[in-house]
């Protein structure tokens, strides 16, 4: 944008120049017309120049407001996906899982306390001198709901993985798999919302130029994402600026 701005400014100053030129060298009967053109060409630049401007504000100002709604959703997934490893051992692979999940599992509330009970084997090898040992035991105390405990009377969740911006229809992109890492296999996920369907509405140039920021408080790529599919990592690739929830 800033070589169109340039490019706009120096056209009309040399148009403002040919304008001096048209009034000092020009016949009189041809110097109106030419004069009124080319005021008509410099209004116009200057209205593009001051339009190339506005126009990146008020796309800059929406794209926040819109990936900063996108971000409270994907925290939402992600939340959803930590609480479904947390009781499966795995990440969900499709939504419908995932809701299925939210509505029907719990949490296992457990208390650990560590106690001695008679070793048998051991008082049995002292004759009959009664020897203990130190356990370490697990109580369960109470189960508590996943949706109450994440969402409580609140139902967005069967409607997370809709895009709720940008393309009408549009939903948030599900993978999840395991991986092999320092000799471990680990559960992975990710969600993507590709920027294009976020901006899908904005102008073009514009929206192709946000896909190759690379910037500390950007969010850089071509689209919005949490997890990844190629190491064991449950962050958003975005600056905590952008989420209300972070």
Excluded: C
């Amino acid at each position: 944008m800033l070589k169109v701005i340039i490019a706009a400014v120096v056209v009309v100053l040399l148009t403002i120049g040919i304008v001096y030129l048209i009034d000092k060298f020009v016949p009189k009967k041809v110097k109106p017309l030419l004069l009124l053109g080319l005021w008509v060409l410099i209004a116009f630049l200057a209205y593009k120049t001051f339009m190339s401007v506005y126009g990146e504000i008020q796309f800059n100002k929406i794209k926040q407001e819109r990936y900063s709604i996108v971000i409270d959703n994907l925290i939402d997934i992600r939340d959803s996906q930590l609480a479904h490893r947390t009781v499966t051992g795995k990440f969900a692979g499709s939504w419908d899982n995932l809701v299925r999940f939210i509505d029907t599992a719990q949490f296992t509330i457990t208390q650990r306390r560590d106690t001695s009970v008679l070793d048998v084997e051991a008082t049995r090898r002292f004759g009959g001198v009664e020897t203990y040992k130190d356990i370490v035991m697990i109580d369960t105390l109470a189960f508590v709901s996943v949706k109450d405990s994440l969402f409580g009377a609140d139902d967005r969740y069967k409607t997370m993985m809709n895009l709720p911006v940008g393309k009408e229809g549009a939903k948030f992109e599900l993978k999840s798999g395991m991986i092999d890492q320092t000799g471990l296999t680990l559960p992975v996920f990710e969600v993507r919302a590709p920027k294009a369907l976020i901006l899908d509405d904005q102008d073009k140039y514009l929206v192709a130029k946000e896909n190759q920021v690379v910037s500390v408080d950007g969010v850089n790529g071509d689209a919005i994402i949490v997890g990844s599919m190629d190491e064991v990592n449950t962050n958003g690739n975005w600056p905590k600026n952008y989420s209300t929830k972070e």
